[in-house]
C-alpha cells in the first residue's frame, strides 16, 4: 500500500499507461547536476531524435515509454524502466552508450515493435479502445485526485498540530473527528470526493492504518527534500537533545543546521530511542542516522551540539606539483609548496651533494649555490603575483562566468598590484622572507620587525560586516585553521574580497550587515572565493550553542 501511495504521489508526472503516451514536457530550463567538470541537465530536443523517450521533471530523469508499457514479460529490467530512470546527461548521446545504446537492447527493439502493431491496431479500431481508454484514465484521474485530497488533508491536521480521530467514527456520531469532517465539508463541493466517501470498504482510503501510511510517505518526502537540500549545502551542523516520551523512554531528537538558497535552515531529521545516554552512545546514534541518510559526517560535518560529544580533527599532506609548459597556473602552486618545503629541498640536495655520483652530486651543488637570501626573494615575490592571478585564471575558464563578473575581478586584480607597491606590502613580503631564510639557516639582515600573535579565538566575528575585526586576517586564519582551510588560497581570496567590496560600498551597490548577507554577496562568485564562501557557510552553520559546554567542534 505505501509503494502505491508513493507512485501516485511523486511518480505521476510520467506515462501510466500505453493510452497516455509518452511523456515529453517542453522546458526551457532543466535542473542542471555537475556531472565530469561541468553542469549538465536534459535536453528537451532530445524528442526529436528518440520518439520513446519521455521525461521526469519530479525525478529528473529519463524513460523508456516503450519497454515501460510493451515489453516482453521475459524482458529484464533496465535503467530506463526502473523507477530512478537514467539520468547520465552527459552520456546520453554517445555512440556506444546513453540512448542509442539503449535502442540497440533486444528487449527495446522488440518493445518497439509491439507499440507499432498496438498503433497500427489502434488506428483500425480506434473508436472501442478510444472508449475504453477514456474510461480507463478518467478512473485514474479521479483516484489520483482523491488521494490526494485526502493527504492534504492530513498535512493539514499534522501541521495545525490537532488530532485527526474523533472518538465515535460512525455515521450517526455528530463529531467523527478533525480528519473526517474536514473530508466531509470538502466533499460537499467536490463530487469526486463525496462519491468516494459513499464507496464501501477500503475504498475510502481513511482507515488510521492507510493514515499513518500516508503520512509516513509524506514524512519521507519531507526527510528526502531535507536531506537534499544538506547535501547541496556540503556543510552542516547537527542539534541533538534526549527527551522522555509519554511512556517515559529516553529519545533522541536529531536536527540539522544548514545554509541553503540564501537562508540559514534547521530542519528535524529524525527521532530516535536513546538505549545508552553516554558520549559514546550518542556519537554513534547519531552517526548511524547521518549515514543512513547518506550525509558524510566525516567531511561535512563541521559542529555537533549534544551532550558528550568528541572531537575530530583531519589535514591533506601537500606534494610539490610537476611544472607544465601549457598550464601556467601550476606554477602558483610550485612556488606556493617549494617555499614551504624548502627546509626539507635543502636537506635532500645536501645528502645528494655528499654523494659520490658525479654529475647528480654537481647539480645538487650548484643548486645549493644558487639557494641564497635573493632567491627566496624572488620565490616570496613570484608566490604573491602567481597566486593573486591564478584566482582570475581560474575564474576567467569558469563556464558561468559573465562580463560583469571577469570586469569585477580584472580591476580587482590590478588594484592588487598597485598595492604591491606600498610599505605595508613590502613590510609583509620582507616578514615571509625573513621567516623562511630562519627556518633554511640562511643569513639574515637584522632589522626585521616582530610577527604578531594569530588570535586563537573562533574568527567568526571577523566574518560579520558589522564587527570592528571584519575580514583580519589573523581572525579569518583562526577560523580556517580549525576546518581545513588552504591558508594560501585563503589569503588571496579575502585580498580580493576587501577590494571587491570596498568598490562595491563606494558605489553604493552593496550593504552588509550580516555574516548572511556576506554569504549571499560571496554565493554568485563561490568558484573563486571557494574558502571564504565556505567559511561563511560554516559561520552561519554553526548552532546557537556555539559558545556553550555542549557544543564541539567536529
Known amino acids: 500500500m505505501q509503494d502505491l501511495i508513493l507512485i501516485i504521489l511523486s511518480l505521476s508526472d510520467i506515462s501510466q499507461s500505453r493510452a497516455a503516451g509518452p511523456t515529453q514536457p517542453r522546458i526551457k530550463i532543466c535542473p542542471k547536476i555537475i556531472q565530469g567538470e561541468k553542469r549538465r541537465s536534459f535536453n528537451p530536443l532530445w524528442y526529436n531524435l528518440h520518439s520513446w523517450l519521455e521525461y521526469s521533471p519530479s525525478k529528473d530523469s529519463s524513460h523508456c515509454y516503450a519497454c515501460r508499457h510493451f515489453s516482453l514479460p521475459s524482458a529484464s529490467e533496465s535503467v530506463f524502466t526502473s523507477e530512478s530512470g537514467f539520468s547520465h546527461w552527459k552520456k546520453a548521446m554517445f555512440k556506444d552508450g546513453g540512448f542509442k545504446l539503449h535502442e540497440k537492447s533486444e528487449y527495446h527493439i522488440n518493445a518497439m515493435f509491439a507499440w507499432n502493431e498496438h498503433k497500427r491496431v489502434a488506428l483500425t479500431d480506434s473508436s472501442i479502445v478510444d472508449m475504453i481508454n477514456k474510461e480507463y484514465r478518467k478512473k485514474v484521474e479521479e483516484n489520483r485526485s482523491y488521494i490526494k485530497t485526502v493527504a492534504d488533508v492530513l498535512r493539514l491536521t499534522a501541521t495545525q498540530n490537532i488530532a485527526q480521530r474523533g472518538h465515535r467514527e460512525s455515521e450517526e456520531s455528530d463529531n467523527k473527528g478533525n480528519f473526517l469532517e474536514i473530508l466531509e465539508m470538502i466533499a460537499k463541493n467536490n463530487a469526486v470526493v463525496a462519491k468516494k466517501n459513499k464507496a464501501q470498504g477500503d475504498a475510502k482510503y481513511t482507515s488510521s492504518t492507510i493514515q499513518n501510511e500516508i503520512l509516513q510517505c509524506l514524512a519521507s518526502m519531507v526527510r528526502d527534500s531535507i536531506v537534499k537540500e544538506v547535501k547541496e549545502s556540503e556543510v552542516f551542523s547537527v542539534i541533538a537533545d534526549e527527551s522522555k516520551d509519554l511512556q517515559k523512554k529516553e529519545q533522541l531528537s536529531l536536527v540539522v543546521r544548514y545554509y541553503y538558497n540564501g537562508a540559514v535552515h534547521e530542519s528535524f531529521l529524525d527521532f530516535q530511542h536513546a538505549q545508552h545516554l553516554d558520549a559514546k552512545g550518542l556519537s554513534k546514534m547519531i552517526f548511524q542516522s547521518l549515514e543512513s541518510y547518506g550525509l558524510q559526517y566525516k567531511s561535512n560535518l563541521v559542529r555537533q551540539g549534544y551532550d558528550g560529544a568528541s572531537e575530530m580533527y ?91 563578473m571577469a570586469v569585477d575581478m580584472v580591476e580587482s586584480l590590478h588594484d592588487t598590484f598597485q598595492e604591491y607597491r606600498t610599505e605595508t606590502f613590502s613590510d609583509q613580503l620582507w616578514h615571509d622572507i625573513v621567516e623562511t631564510a630562519k627556518q633554511c639557516n640562511i643569513a639574515v639582515e637584522n632589522g626585521e620587525k616582530r610577527s604578531q600573535k594569530v588570535s586563537s579565538s573562533l574568527g567568526s566575528y571577523a566574518l560579520n560586516p558589522k564587527s570592528s575585526r571584519f575580514l583580519q586576517d589573523d581572525q579569518v586564519f583562526a577560523l580556517g585553521e580549525m576546518y581545513g582551510c588552504n591558508h594560501e588560497d585563503l589569503t588571496h581570496e579575502l585580498h580580493q574580497a576587501r577590494i571587491i567590496l570596498k568598490r562595491k560600498a563606494e558605489s553604493g551597490a552593496v550593504q552588509l550587515s550580516s555574516i548572511i548577507d556576506l554569504t549571499v554577496f560571496l554565493e554568485p562568485y563561490q568558484e573563486v572565493f571557494h574558502e571564504l564562501f565556505r567559511l561563511c557557510k560554516i559561520a552561519v552553520t554553526l548552532p546557537i550553542e556555539l559558545f556553550s559546554s555542549k557544543a564541539h567542534s567536529k
Open 314 to 404: 583531519g589535514g591533506q599532506p601537500r606534494e610539490l606539483a610537476k611544472l607544465s609548459d601549457t598550464r601556467w597556473t601550476c606554477r602558483a602552486l610550485a612556488c606556493r609548496n617549494l617555499m614551504d618545503r624548502l627546509p626539507a629541498v635543502l636537506c635532500v640536495l645536501q645528502n645528494i651533494s655528499t654523494e659520490n655520483h658525479g654529475d647528480r652530486s654537481i647539480d645538487a651543488q650548484g643548486l645549493l649555490a644558487q639557494i641564497d637570501l635573493t632567491f627566496i626573494g624572488l620565490l616570496a615575490t613570484f608566490r604573491k603575483v602567481f597566486g593573486n592571478t591564478k584566482v582570475l585564471s581560474d575564474r576567467l575558464q569558469s563556464s558561468s562566468v559573465d562580463l560583469a
